[in-house]
């Protein structure tokens, strides 16, 4: 796919995510479906080769590196392999719950928390879906209150991505009951916080290998220390951070569309029907025209959004076109290589039918794709 998002540094540290990759994801794979999980040891050997945490200071063990084009030669490189739960726990690892700490943290939290992130041996989550709540946020019904120096903390969280292997969680919950974006605030909860447990590991359509888990909160007995930011700061906080948590999805998106369709179009060179091979006939040629045309170009637009991120001009709309058009190019993409792969392409062996299952989540995450719609049109047009 023609880019010049990448300069030679990039392409040098592609050799090592693709020799992590090689060695430590494709062998696992199956495996990893089959229990439902991935295995700790491939989160700590990724802390180990600089594929998780990169920008965590130096201080704190980290590389400080802040330009998020490395983060996009991690992602390239584990969509080539088909390997989504394993991009879904590493994106929400790095682009969303240390992206938190990293944005709001104090020095001591800092101190605590950044050094695990960077060696692999700590995993986050964010906790914000409750089951009466996805994308209208303000709807939740977990509540923090003060007890003296602590927060206890009542409710339930759901379709929580690293739910179950998470070794700290950040919790958006109610502190107030005013109107407006100043009722809500920030916790980091750590596993064995009293009050804490997990629940059932859920099971999904797809994504098999990634952990999605219920939380609750029963009474939990949250330090004062563990509060993240300022109390009344949790939606403005959310807010800053879901256009990297959207722009995450939507690259992981396009480099799953990018795969899918080169796998596709090798397979219709081979692949013969009626003494001819299949990209000969006009029908499927046109379509793959279409689609290699249509990933090109969002491509183009994709690398400018992660140029405007590393300058911190990415808009929040921007953002949200970018998932609201590449998660939807992407259906488009598997949709169109299962076709073409005829019966092998309904497969699970197949990676175009693993693709197919895992891709579906891409478009309600992070705000369903309709919300994105909503966002865009208050923009152009104004709120009413």
Same mark, same amino acid.
């Given at each position: 796919?023609?880019?010049?998002?990448?300069?030679?540094?990039?392409?040098?540290?592609?050799?090592?995510?693709?020799?992590?990759?090689?060695?430590?994801?494709?062998?696992?794979?199956?495996?990893?479906? !089959?229990?439902?999980?991935?295995?700790?040891?491939?989160?700590?050997?990724?802390?180990?080769?600089?594929?998780?945490?990169?920008?965590?200071?130096?201080?704190?063990?980290?590389?400080?590196?802040?330009?998020?084009?490395?983060?996009?030669?991690?992602?390239?490189?584990?969509?080539? &392999?088909?390997?989504?739960?394993?991009?879904?726990?590493?994106?929400?690892?790095?682009?969303?719950?240390?992206?938190?700490?990293?944005?709001?943290?104090?020095?001591?939290?800092?101190?605590?928390?950044?050094?695990?992130?960077? %060696?692999?041996?700590?995993?986050? !989550?964010?906790?914000?879906?409750?089951?009466? !709540?996805?994308?209208?946020?303000?709807?939740?019904?977990? %509540?923090?209150?003060?007890?003296?120096?602590?927060?206890?903390?009542?409710?339930?969280?759901?379709?929580?991505?690293?739910?179950?292997?998470?070794?700290?969680?950040?919790?958006?919950?109610?502190?107030?009951?005013?109107?407006?974006?100043?009722?809500?605030?920030?916790?980091?909860?750590?596993?064995?916080?009293? #009050?804490?447990?997990?629940?059932?590991?859920?099971?999904?359509?797809?994504?098999?290998?990634?952990?999605?888990?219920?939380?609750?909160?029963?009474?939990?007995? &949250?330090?004062?220390?563990?509060?993240?930011? /300022?109390?009344?700061?949790?939606?403005?906080?959310?807010?800053?951070?879901?256009?990297?948590?959207?722009?995450?999805?939507?690259?992981?998106?396009?480099?799953?569309?990018?795969?899918?369709?080169?796998?596709?179009?090798?397979?219709?060179?081979?692949?013969?029907?009626?003494?001819?091979?299949?990209?000969?006939?006009? !029908?499927?040629?046109?379509?793959?025209?279409?689609?290699?045309?249509?990933?090109?170009?969002?491509?183009?637009?994709?690398?400018?959004?992660?140029?405007?991120?590393?300058?911190?001009?990415?808009?929040?709309?921007?953002?949200?076109?970018?998932?609201?058009?590449?998660?939807?190019?992407?259906?488009?993409?598997?949709?169109?290589?299962?076709?073409?792969?005829?019966?092998?392409?309904?497969?699970?062996?197949?990676?175009?039918?693993?693709?197919?299952?895992?891709?579906?989540? /891409?478009?309600?995450? #992070?705000?369903?794709?309709?919300?994105?719609?909503?966002?865009?049109?208050?923009?152009?047009?104004?709120?009413?």
């Amino acid at each position: 796919m023609e880019s010049d998002l990448f300069e030679t540094d990039h392409e040098d540290y592609r050799r090592t995510v693709r020799e992590f990759v090689k060695r430590q994801v494709v062998p696992r794979m199956e495996q990893w479906d !089959a229990d439902r999980l991935i295995d700790l040891e491939t989160w700590r050997a990724a802390g180990r080769q600089g594929v998780l945490g990169l920008p965590v200071p130096e201080e704190h063990g980290g590389a400080g590196e802040r330009d998020y084009r490395y983060r996009c030669v991690v992602m390239q490189e584990i969509a080539r &392999v088909g390997a989504a739960a394993l991009q879904s726990g590493f994106t929400t690892n790095d682009d969303i719950a240390l992206s938190y700490l990293l944005r709001h943290a104090d020095r001591e939290q800092r101190g605590r928390w950044l050094p695990g992130f960077a %060696t692999g041996e700590t995993i986050g !989550a964010i906790a914000m879906s409750e089951p009466g !709540a996805g994308s209208d946020l303000r709807g939740i019904g977990t %509540t923090a209150v003060r007890d003296g120096d602590d927060w206890i903390l009542d409710g339930s969280k759901t379709f929580i991505t690293s739910g179950i292997l998470a070794d700290l969680v950040i919790v958006f919950a109610r502190t107030g009951r005013e109107h407006g974006s100043r009722e809500f605030s920030l916790f980091v909860v750590e596993d064995g916080t009293p #009050g804490f447990s997990r629940g059932r590991k859920l099971d999904k359509v797809g994504l098999h290998a990634q952990d999605t888990a219920e939380l609750f909160f029963t009474g939990a007995r &949250v330090p004062g220390a563990n509060l993240l930011g /300022q109390v009344g700061e949790g939606l403005p906080a959310l807010m800053r951070s879901l256009p990297l948590e959207r722009l995450g999805i939507a690259l992981a998106a396009q480099f799953s569309a990018e795969a899918v369709l080169e796998w596709t179009v090798e397979y219709v060179r081979q692949r013969r029907a009626f003494g001819r091979r299949i990209g000969d006939f006009q !029908a499927p040629a046109f379509r793959l025209a279409e689609l290699s045309t249509a990933v090109e170009v969002s491509r183009a637009y994709l690398d400018r959004c992660v140029r405007a991120h590393n300058a911190g001009t990415l808009t929040a709309t921007d953002a949200a076109k970018a998932k609201l058009w590449a998660t939807d190019l992407q259906h488009d993409v598997i949709d169109t290589g299962v076709q073409l792969h005829g019966g092998y392409g309904y497969m699970l062996e197949y990676p175009v039918a693993r693709a197919f299952v895992d891709a579906r989540i /891409q478009r309600i995450y #992070g705000g369903t794709n309709e919300i994105m719609k909503e966002i865009i049109q208050r923009e152009l047009i104004g709120r009413p």
